[in-house]
Each structure stands twice: as structure tokens, then as C-alpha cells.
């Protein structure tokens, strides 16, 4: 597709963003002859141009469990629409990552459930991405129990276990079946075609290939489904946990603002942090194991599209968090190439150093693009996705580790088998899993040790939470003491109310 030219329609970017990014084919790897992904189960509010569900957003719960949110239409099987940015435009802090998660490309019952809004109308599509917060959608298992294709399901013979492996790129599946009394296991392969979809019901699996799986005689394994493409399905609403990582600091945030006077304010995901990407189309991920030409698609989406400087430009946040180094390298890229600067020398250093840096010190990114200029606060963070990252810990290089169990043979063994010792796989460096107070194990090993430990200790949301309170404290984000929600970042608005669309509630803000 030919991105439409904004300036011939003369619609406001963030109102012509939206036709541009949900109709983009300019990635024929991800749009081509043969798609990569999918089709997955997708949804609509077909009878609601602008649905009550999503304006409110799901029913909170106290647990990760998914929730009963709507019943909504149900759309067949789909390819999984480009996504904009997720909440307000003008929410003054802003998170860019790389690209959506296509959690339900994995071998298991959790990413089976996954489902995605295929969206009829435009405005709907725009309504939808305005309220988005923490929140991904799914169905039952029951309701994709009811559309398996008959004569497709794989059943456990015999009780015993089952190692299942998905490939990375192709639609085929390997299940080792080590039923109980059989010396062999039971080899079996499946394939599917593009326009098909095989998916793994059992319960216990996860996408750790080297587990297997305990399992009962007659247990549904696995089938292949066809979506049904109309009727209503119960919608179920799951708190992500990339969404939702900043919440902790945010709360601590929100304490401080209240004890300062501002005793309304609640900032809230998607409200007063909006979520983008650099790039609309989603994958399993973006690591060297998929076979995905990342700089090609990074081209297309932010340098000849520019989704992420024109939503930059327009949102103008007043601090922005990039979510990860690689995600870091990808926005360096485009954002130098688009006239930008970034105060800020980040390579071949770990996240956690530059998160560190980055919340003590105060790191901008400038943009100067003819008449649109602006200037906002950095913050460098390790990846959302994972909880890990976000704990307190002592982090080292392997070769300092090297130094250190030499030095402390006794304290290192000890760490290990307490099994704070934590190793993600291709990383130069490694995390000693130890809170700076209250861990018991400081007793445990020689003051010569902890001390080192607490020389290379981080507490990443303390470290999030001050850099917020000394960006109020400097560069206020709410100076209402009776606002509910934090300042607006500077500019006008046109996404909520304009000559396309008109939301029911029109502009929260009086932006509009």
C-alpha cells in the first residue's frame, strides 16, 4: 500500500495516522503471498460504533487471572491489525518498545485462548486504541473447543508425558509422546496451511521446549480450529504484564503526589501513559531466532512512514521511556535519521547501567523537524516483558562474576545454591538476586562480599519512582492540585473530535 499523503487530505496526523497505520501492506514479509502468521480468532462490537465496554475497560481484579469483560462479535480467523498508539495522545509520558507480542503464536493452551479485534470501522479501530490499557483479550477454551474442525484432534494414547515443539518459521508442530510401559516415545508431526490454524489445548504446557508434560489416557492434545465468523463469544480480559510493568512505579508516584496536596490525582495506564511502538505489526518477538528481516521492516515503519516521529512529534510527551537496548538502537536509528538528538551515550553499555544513569540524571531526546520542536526527559529501561527485570538486584559482567567467586569462593557457592543466581540466555552479564534491606541472606555471607554485592546493587522501580518525583519536583506533570489525572503534554488535539469521527464523550481534556 502507498501511505496516504496527510497533507493532500489535510486531516490533523493523528486523525490520518489512523486510516494509514490499520491499512499498511508496505511489509510484504508480513503481507505478501503467503503470511507469516496467523490466522488467529479476531473479534468486533459490530452493532456499537463506539463501544461503552471500551470506553470503561474491563472489571479490575486483584489477581492475573484473566476476567469476563463484554460479549462481542465474533469475525472468523484474521490476520492481526497493525496497532497506533495505545491511550491518550497527549498523556505527558509516553513507553516506545519495538513492536506488539503475537502471544498466541506459541504451542500452548494460554496463547490458544489469545484473540484480536479486527476492527469494520475506522472509528471504532481509533475509539478502541484511545481507552487501551494493560489489558489483552482472549476466549475460552471452551468457545475454541466448539469450533475444532472433527477428525483434526491429536489424544493422548496412555497417560505419561508429551514434549511439544512449535518452529519458529513454519506451521508445523512435533509432539513426543513417553506414555508409561512403552520403552519408545511416540513421534508425531503436523502440519497446517496458511489459511489454517492447528493449536495445543493441554493445560500444562509452556513454550520451555525442554519440559515435558505430564498427561492422562483420552486428554485432548491438540486440534485444528476453524474460527466461527459469526455469533456472539464471551470476552475475557488478561493483565499483561509488559502493560502493566510501570504500574508499581507509578503507584509509588501517585503516593507521593497525594501527600504533596495532590490528593485527586490518580495517574493511570493509558490515561497519563501511553504505550507506542516503532512498529504497527505484530510478532512472537523480535530476537535473531525468528526469521523476521527486521531491518527492512524497521525501514519501512519509522523512517519511510515515520509512525513513530509524526506520533512523537504530535504527542510531544514530556518524558518518554524506551523499553530495552534494542528497542533503544532501533529509536536511535530512526530518530537521528528524522534530525533528532539523544543526549545520551549508550553503546555497548548493560540496561541496567543506563537505567541507572538515566532516572539520576537527566537524558533528553531533542527533535527540531522545521516549525515541530521538542524536547522531552529519557529514561532507559530493561524490557517490560520480563518480571525479573524489575526486581531488586546485584548485577554483574561474567568476567567481574569470574573475579568476584574467586575472591569469594564460600559467599558464590552459597548464592548458588540458594539459587539466587540469575543467567538469561546470550547475555554478557548476569543478575545476584538480593534486596539492599531485610534479606536474610546478608547474614549469611562475609560483610566483604555484600558490601561488593550492594556496590552493583539496582532497584529499578525506586530508581523509576525518584526519577518521576524529581521530574515534578523540577518540571511539574500536574500542577492542579484538583486534577484527577496528571497534565496534558503541550499541543492541540484533534483524535477523539474531528470532521472523521466524534467519540461520544468527545475530548476529556477540552483539547478538541
Same mark, same amino acid.
Given at each position: 500500500?502507498?501511505?496516504?499523503?496527510?497533507?493532500?487530505?489535510?486531516?490533523?496526523?493523528?486523525?490520518?495516522?489512523?486510516?494509514?497505520?490499520? +491499512?499498511?501492506?508496505?511489509?510484504? *514479509?508480513?503481507?505478501?503471498?503467503?503470511?507469516? &502468521?496467523?490466522?488467529?480468532?479476531?473479534?468486533? *462490537?459490530?452493532?456499537?460504533?463506539?463501544?461503552?465496554?471500551?470506553?470503561?475497560?474491563?472489571?479490575?481484579?486483584?489477581?492475573?487471572?484473566?476476567?469476563?469483560?463484554?460479549?462481542?462479535?465474533?469475525?472468523?480467523?484474521?490476520?492481526?491489525?497493525?496497532?497506533?498508539?495505545?491511550?491518550?495522545?497527549?498523556?505527558?509520558?509516553?513507553?516506545?518498545?519495538?513492536?506488539?507480542?503475537?502471544?498466541?503464536?506459541?504451542?500452548?493452551?494460554?496463547?490458544?485462548? *489469545?484473540?484480536?479485534?479486527?476492527?469494520?470501522?475506522?472509528?471504532?479501530?481509533?475509539?478502541?486504541?484511545?481507552?487501551?490499557?494493560?489489558?489483552?483479550?482472549?476466549?475460552?477454551?471452551?468457545?475454541?473447543?466448539?469450533?475444532?474442525?472433527?477428525?483434526?484432534?491429536?489424544?493422548?494414547?496412555?497417560?505419561?508425558?508429551?514434549?511439544?515443539?512449535?518452529?519458529?518459521?513454519?506451521?508445523?508442530?512435533?509432539?513426543? @509422546?513417553?506414555?508409561?510401559?512403552?520403552?519408545?516415545?511416540?513421534?508425531?508431526?503436523?502440519?497446517?496451511?496458511?489459511?489454517?490454524?492447528?493449536?495445543?489445548?493441554?493445560?500444562?504446557?509452556?513454550?520451555?521446549?525442554?519440559?515435558? %508434560?505430564?498427561?492422562?489416557?483420552?486428554?485432548?492434545?491438540?486440534?485444528?480450529?476453524?474460527?466461527?465468523?459469526?455469533?456472539?463469544?464471551?470476552?475475557?480480559?488478561?493483565?499483561?504484564?509488559?502493560?502493566?510493568? /510501570?504500574?508499581?512505579?507509578?503507584?509509588?508516584?501517585?503516593?507521593?503526589?497525594?501527600?504533596?496536596?495532590?490528593?485527586?490525582?490518580?495517574?493511570?495506564?493509558?490515561?497519563?501513559?501511553?504505550?507506542?511502538?516503532?512498529?504497527?505489526?505484530?510478532?512472537?518477538?523480535?530476537?535473531?531466532?525468528?526469521?523476521?528481516?527486521?531491518?527492512?521492516?524497521?525501514?519501512?515503519?519509522?523512517?519511510?512512514?515515520?509512525?513513530?516521529?509524526?506520533?512523537?512529534?504530535?504527542?510531544?510527551?514530556?518524558?518518554?521511556?524506551?523499553?530495552?537496548?534494542?528497542? /533503544?538502537?532501533? @529509536?536511535?536509528?530512526? @530518530?537521528?535519521?528524522?534530525?533528532?538528538?539523544?543526549?545520551?551515550?549508550?553503546?555497548?553499555?548493560?540496561?541496567?547501567?543506563? /537505567?541507572?544513569?538515566?532516572?539520576?540524571?537527566?537524558?533528553?531526546?531533542?527533535?527540531?523537524?522545521?516549525?515541530?520542536?521538542?524536547?522531552?526527559?529519557?529514561?532507559?529501561?530493561?524490557?517490560?516483558?520480563?518480571?525479573?527485570?524489575?526486581?531488586?538486584?546485584?548485577? %554483574?559482567?561474567?568476567?567481574?562474576?569470574?573475579?568476584?567467586?574467586?575472591?569469594?569462593?564460600?559467599?558464590?557457592?552459597?548464592?548458588?545454591?540458594? +539459587?539466587?543466581?540469575?543467567?538469561?540466555?546470550?547475555?554478557?552479564?548476569?543478575?545476584?538476586?538480593?534486596?539492599?534491606?531485610?534479606?536474610?541472606?546478608?547474614?549469611?555471607?562475609?560483610?566483604?562480599?555484600?558490601? /561488593?554485592?550492594?556496590? &552493583?546493587?539496582?532497584?529499578?522501580?525506586?530508581?523509576?519512582?525518584?526519577?518521576?518525583? =524529581? =521530574?515534578?519536583?523540577?518540571?511539574?506533570?500536574?500542577?492542579?492540585?484538583?486534577?484527577?489525572?496528571?497534565?496534558?503534554?503541550?499541543?492541540?488535539?484533534? %483524535?477523539?473530535?474531528?470532521?472523521?469521527?466524534? %467519540?461520544?464523550?468527545?475530548?476529556? &481534556?477540552?483539547?478538541?
Amino acid at each position: 500500500m502507498n501511505k496516504p499523503e496527510n497533507k493532500s487530505t489535510e486531516l490533523p496526523i493523528e486523525v490520518a495516522m489512523v486510516e494509514q497505520v490499520k +491499512n499498511c501492506t508496505d511489509c510484504q *514479509w508480513f503481507w505478501g503471498a503467503i503470511q507469516p &502468521y496467523g490466522p488467529f480468532p479476531a473479534y468486533d *462490537w459490530k452493532q456499537e460504533e463506539y463501544p461503552n465496554a471500551v470506553k470503561h475497560g474491563p472489571p479490575s481484579s486483584d489477581d492475573d487471572k484473566p476476567v469476563f469483560w463484554c460479549k462481542v462479535e465474533q469475525t472468523g480467523a484474521q490476520a492481526v491489525e497493525p496497532a497506533i498508539l495505545r491511550g491518550c495522545r497527549k498523556a505527558p509520558i509516553m513507553t516506545i518498545g519495538i513492536n506488539p507480542n503475537m502471544t498466541a503464536f506459541f504451542a500452548g493452551a494460554k496463547s490458544a485462548s *489469545w484473540v484480536y479485534p479486527w476492527f469494520s470501522r475506522e472509528q471504532t479501530y481509533a475509539y478502541y486504541y484511545r481507552h487501551a490499557t494493560i489489558y489483552q483479550e482472549s476466549f475460552s477454551l471452551d468457545t475454541l473447543k466448539a469450533s475444532i474442525i472433527p477428525g483434526t484432534e491429536i489424544f493422548a494414547e496412555d497417560a505419561g508425558t508429551v514434549k511439544i515443539e512449535r518452529c519458529n518459521s513454519h506451521r508445523w508442530m512435533h509432539f513426543a @509422546f513417553h506414555y508409561q510401559g512403552r520403552d519408545a516415545p511416540v513421534h508425531l508431526e503436523r502440519a497446517w496451511k496458511p489459511e489454517e490454524r492447528l493449536v495445543v489445548f493441554n493445560d500444562g504446557f509452556s513454550t520451555d521446549r525442554d519440559q515435558l %508434560f505430564g498427561i492422562s489416557k483420552g486428554d485432548l492434545i491438540a486440534a485444528q480450529i476453524q474460527p466461527d465468523n459469526s455469533g456472539k463469544a464471551e470476552l475475557f480480559a488478561n493483565k499483561t504484564g509488559y502493560y502493566a510493568r /510501570l504500574q508499581p512505579a507509578l503507584q509509588r508516584f501517585t503516593d507521593y503526589l497525594n501527600d504533596n496536596g495532590f490528593t485527586h490525582c490518580q495517574p493511570a495506564m493509558g490515561e497519563d501513559v501511553s504505550m507506542h511502538d516503532m512498529v504497527g505489526c505484530a510478532s512472537p518477538g523480535w530476537g535473531t531466532n525468528l526469521d523476521i528481516p527486521r531491518e527492512r521492516i524497521a525501514d519501512n515503519c519509522v523512517n519511510k512512514n515515520r509512525y513513530m516521529i509524526d506520533q512523537l512529534l504530535q504527542s510531544r510527551p514530556k518524558l518518554v521511556f524506551i523499553v530495552s537496548n534494542s528497542s /533503544l538502537t532501533m @529509536f536511535a536509528d530512526g @530518530f537521528s535519521k528524522a534530525g533528532g538528538h539523544i543526549a545520551l551515550d549508550f553503546e555497548n553499555r548493560d540496561i541496567f547501567d543506563l /537505567l541507572q544513569e538515566t532516572c539520576k540524571q537527566r537524558r533528553t531526546i531533542t527533535l527540531n523537524a522545521g516549525k515541530e520542536t521538542f524536547k522531552s526527559r529519557l529514561i532507559v529501561t530493561p524490557h517490560f516483558s520480563y518480571a525479573a527485570n524489575f526486581e531488586q538486584q546485584s548485577r %554483574f559482567h561474567t568476567v567481574a562474576w569470574d573475579i568476584f567467586c574467586h575472591q569469594y569462593p564460600t559467599d558464590a557457592e552459597l548464592l548458588n545454591k540458594e +539459587n539466587r543466581i540469575f543467567i538469561r540466555k546470550d547475555e554478557a552479564f548476569m543478575s545476584i538476586m538480593v534486596q539492599r534491606k531485610d534479606d536474610d541472606i546478608k547474614n549469611k555471607i562475609s560483610a566483604a562480599a555484600w558490601q /561488593l554485592l550492594m556496590d &552493583y546493587h539496582y532497584d529499578p522501580y525506586a530508581l523509576i519512582s525518584d526519577a518521576l518525583i =524529581e =521530574e515534578q519536583q523540577t518540571y511539574p506533570l500536574i500542577t492542579d492540585k484538583k486534577a484527577s489525572h496528571l497534565d496534558r503534554a503541550p499541543g492541540g488535539c484533534s %483524535f477523539c473530535v474531528n470532521e472523521k469521527w466524534t %467519540f461520544t464523550e468527545g475530548c476529556d &481534556y477540552g483539547l478538541a
